[in-house]
């Protein structure tokens, strides 16, 4: 279809409706659990690595909901667990190739991000794919839309920009729109 950045986020307000306390309910709980661990010295940098893969699943599985209209439930940002040793290898490699990618330079990284951006969602929509074929299947399918996902990452970080100017509660609403815009357009590319 290849819909407007502006279109997408319209239509991701839209899925919110009636769901906000729902989804900023639940992304705050996402947000508390993935990044406490990192508050702990060094045990906690492997723990947030260890549940950052089935984390970043169930965020998908629940993102993937409400863009869809599906009843979303605050269960399913621990679904990601039920499936966590693909979910685990998923992020682990994921981590390994953009740091490879920034290690040549800084905007090769950046590409590699967004080449594996999509792999959660196709993790969430197909439940035997290995982790390796979903990086490959969100690399091939991220071919010609990495730019439109990094114009609409800049249309965040433009609003994460005010958000900080709320002291940071405009945060609460600002993730949960991110997660539901980035499951729209991945919706909208699988549909091409």
């Not at 009636?18 to 993935?34: C, D, E, N, R, S």
């Not at 074929?133 to 399918?141: E, I, N, Q, V, Y």
Request: charged share 15%; proline share 3%.
């Amino acid at each position: 279809m290849n819909t407007d950045n502006l279109t997408l986020m319209r239509a991701a307000r839209e899925s919110l409706k009636g769901k906000w306390g729902l989804a900023i309910g639940t992304f705050l709980i996402y947000v508390l659990l993935t990044s406490a661990p990192g508050s702990v010295e060094s045990r906690g940098s492997i723990l947030t690595l260890i549940i950052g893969g089935p984390f970043a699943l169930g965020a998908a599985i629940f993102s993937l909901s409400i863009s869809r209209g599906k009843e979303a439930r605050l269960e399913e940002i621990f679904q990601g667990f039920n499936r966590f040793s693909t979910a685990f290898v998923a992020y682990l490699l994921i981590i390994l190739y953009v740091v490879l990618w920034t290690l040549l330079l800084i905007v090769p990284g950046i590409i590699a991000a967004l080449g594996y951006s999509m792999t959660f969602y196709i993790l969430a929509d197909d439940p035997l794919i290995k982790p390796q074929d979903a990086l490959k299947k969100s690399k091939s399918m991220m071919d010609g839309y990495k730019l439109k996902l990094f114009y609409l990452g800049l249309r965040f970080f433009l609003l994460a920009i005010l958000c900080i100017l709320t002291l940071g509660i405009g945060f609460l609403w600002l993730i949960p729109y991110v997660h539901i815009t980035v499951a729209k357009l991945y919706d909208d590319i699988k549909g091409n």
